[in-house]
């Protein structure tokens, strides 16, 4: 059985893996967690995030000592490919059956969902999810509920149902069009007993179930409907007529594309932000150039996705902007006057739509600006209140691009009715979903870039940062370094939290070039860290000018390109921004043996209040943090000048934090988390009236006291 069914699978991949799965033998629950992740691992057979399975096995009823049928099926939220026991629902199946002698009909088929938690048979259960009635009623011992493109392609297409019917020979049933629900349950069961012996059902519009009696027999039969699916769209496509219609522009090269995307996403994201900061996410995956590059573009992408799932993530439609690949993006002001018409009407056009579909105890209006903003040539714009959800909101975006060209290719695409969309958007069910979000961070929706962030203080800042909502650019000139950052951040805050950027912070070219990789990533940059520095600490006499060029190159020149560029950012979006320039106390103490490092210190800091009171209009603040003798993981620590400083205070080299913190008033050991915390204090939100500060974090030292 093995053999065959791997070799005719094309579309699909086929996973089953007999002695995995000889694991779980008899544990009906383990082969459905086993299936489960096998179906997500493939993001042909369903989207992120979306469909369900289940399986329904005999248990002992913990309250009587008898055997009881439970049915065990994914509860609500999280993903196939990563479910776990803890992620389903577990529910006695005789006391769901009874739910249907109370029910009271569609209108009241939300308060059915309150009573799947009196038929919970696990109290560890995930909490049961809108979808249980769809796999409680049809009496299957496994079933897949999935959203692969493939089925959905044809589920939109406007004579879906026929062609599911001459496809599948009558073998799959259909049910129209219908919001998940109670309902729903009880019109698969109605299309069962209407067609005994099919094998399956395409919900119009939606998505596909599919059963077996074990495990695998639902596994293959799910695949083989797919993969059937899949290879009628192929002989379809771009036979009738090109696919889209064809081309009616060509795409920029690569670099190109990445180009103007980088021009214009600050732009685009100061308009998306104008309810909420959001943070942005930019394609040009060959299916996103393909959708918009072509002729069918206008006609299709007013229409809107129809899977439940897509346009929850998208909106009901995307924004097209009117802007040729070419466009120079070099004057924001002039790009600005020429979207802000395309806005003002996406925001009309989504709050006439709230407005005709409400109902009189819908949810508030939310959010008004689009999710998915398309630049033909170029690609892909999403935002989103962070950076996972931009990117699954785009991926959503490609799974609607895929369904609308299968669609095509078979028939026409039909989305779903505003009305219907808007009853899932504000269904309230969903709104309560969303009430039960955890709140937001108090840096949520910001974008920093730290310099020197690949250790020491930098990268205590960074932590701190992405902690606390932020995504971070991190940068740095010492790769190695940088690379260890990465592996670590990835491993603390997963992928989608930060990006990273090899920078030497004295050359124009990878200043650009870093933020660039925080716009390409992000769409933007609110917060601008410049702590990269060095210390040379020599007597007059010794004191070469490479050694000043290198102070002031890096320091100075170093913290005034990076804050230009960065400014250059904040103002394309408009919505303010903080710099915050990491000195030292030696910016306002004098001592010997510091000529170049304490001057280079001091034009740092009068740069910052420079800075502070031109950008002011803008919103823009800066402000300064002077530290002192920060050791820990530090490279200017490292070797010759920690070991230089020890033999000048004649104590060890590890005795020098205790012998630095006892020069300060408070006694302390200053260590990077003091300076991050510092940071965050400033941008955190409490200090937003604040600019042209100089902050100590030095355990107190009256010299470096700012007169
Ligand atoms: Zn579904």
Redesign the pocket.
Request: glycine letters at 20%.
């Given at each position: 059985m093995e053999s065959t069914a791997t070799a005719h699978f094309k579309h699909v991949s086929y996973l089953w893996d007999e002695k995995e799965a000889a694991r779980y033998e008899g544990d009906q629950v383990g082969l459905l967690i086993y299936r489960s992740n096998l179906l997500g691992a493939d993001l042909r057979l369903t989207n992120y995030g979306?469909?369900?399975t289940s399986c329904k096995a005999i248990a002992s009823d913990p309250l009587t000592g008898k055997p009881t049928e439970v049915m065990w099926v994914k509860g609500s939220g999280g993903d196939l490919g990563t479910l776990k026991k803890s992620g389903l629902a577990a529910l006695y199946m005789d006391r769901l059956e009874s739910l249907k002698k109370i029910y009271r009909g569609v209108q009241f088929e939300d308060e059915m969902v309150e009573l799947f938690n009196h038929c919970i048979y696990d109290l560890a259960s995930r909490a049961p999810s809108i979808?249980t009635a769809?796999h409680g009623f049809l009496p299957f011992k496994h079933i897949d509920?999935?959203?692969p493109d493939a089925a959905i392609a044809i589920a939109a297409a406007r004579d879906g149902k026929k062609i599911t019917n001459e496809l599948f020979n009558g073998t799959i049933g259909w049910v129209e069009w219908q919001r998940?629900g109670f309902d729903l349950g009880l019109k698969l069961r109605q299309c069962l007993d209407e067609n005994p012996g099919i094998r399956g059902i395409m919900?119009g519009s939606?998505?596909l179930f599919t059963w077996g009696d074990t495990a695998f027999e639902s596994y293959i039969n799910t695949l083989e409907i797919i993969e059937r699916c899949a290879s009628y769209l192929e002989e379809h496509q771009g036979k009738k007529r090109p696919v889209f219609g064809g081309p009616r522009i060509e795409s920029l090269t690569p670099e190109g594309r990445k180009q103007q995307a980088a021009s214009l996403a600050p732009i685009l994201r100061g308009f998306c932000s104008s309810e909420t900061r959001m943070i942005g996410h930019f394609t040009d995956d060959e299916r996103v150039l393909q959708f918009v590059n072509s002729k069918d573009l206008d006609r299709l992408a007013p229409m809107g996705t129809s899977?439940?799932?897509h346009f929850l993530r998208t909106k009901i439609s995307p924004l097209v902007i009117n802007l040729g690949p070419d466009e120079d993006l070099s004057k924001p002001a002039s790009i600005k006057d020429k979207l802000t018409p395309a806005f003002v009407a996406y925001r009309r056009m989504y709050s006439d739509y709230y407005e005709t579909c409400k109902h009189p105890d819908s949810p508030a209006i939310r959010d008004s600006n689009p999710v998915v903003i398309l630049y033909p040539g170029v690609g892909m714009f999403t935002f989103a209140k962070d950076k996972q959800t931009a990117r699954v909101a785009a991926e959503f975006y490609i799974n609607a691009i895929n369904v609308m060209r299968g669609s095509e290719a078979i028939s026409s695409y039909t989305s779903l009715p505003r009305q219907e969309a808007f009853n899932i958007e504000y269904w309230l069910l969903e709104e309560a979903k969303l009430q039960r979000m955890p709140k937001a961070k108090s840096l949520s929706g910001r974008i920093a870039l730290i310099t020197g962030s690949a250790g020491g203080i930098g990268k205590a800042i960074a932590k701190k940062f992405a902690d606390n909502g932020a995504c971070v650019v991190l940068s740095d000139n010492d790769e190695e370094r940088l690379k260890s950052a990465e592996a670590d951040f990835k491993k603390q805050f997963g992928k989608d939290v930060f990006a990273s950027a090899k920078m030497d912070v004295t050359r124009s070219a990878e200043i650009a070039g870093a933020v660039k990789t925080a716009v390409l990533a992000f769409g933007g940059l609110d917060i601008i860290v410049n702590n990269a520095g060095i210390s040379i600490s020599k007597p007059l006499e010794d004191h070469s000018e490479n050694e000043w060029d290198l102070l002031y190159d890096i320091l100075v020149k170093g913290q005034f390109l990076i804050t230009q560029s960065g400014v250059d950012v904040m103002r394309k979006q408009g919505t303010g921004g903080d710099v915050i320039n990491i000195v030292s106390k030696n910016a306002l103490v004098s001592g010997p043996n510091n000529a170049g490092y304490g001057s280079a210190k001091a034009a740092q800091l009068h740069l910052s209040r420079l800075n502070a009171a031109e950008l002011g209009s803008d919103k823009i603040r800066v402000n300064v943090i002077n530290p002192d003798a920060v050791i820990a993981d530090s490279k200017i620590w490292a070797g010759a000048w920690a070991e230089g400083r020890a033999k000048a205070y004649g104590v060890k080299v590890e005795e020098l934090p205790a012998f630095y913190a006892k020069r300060t008033l408070l006694n302390e050991i200053i260590v990077p988390e003091d300076i991050a915390n510092a940071c965050l204090a400033f941008v955190g939100g409490l200090l937003g009236k604040s600019t042209g500060n100089v902050l100590n974090v030095d355990g107190g030292i009256a010299m470096g006291f700012v007169r």
């Open positions: 979306g469909g369900n979808d769809l509920h999935l959203h998940p919900l939606h998505g899977c439940p799932d």
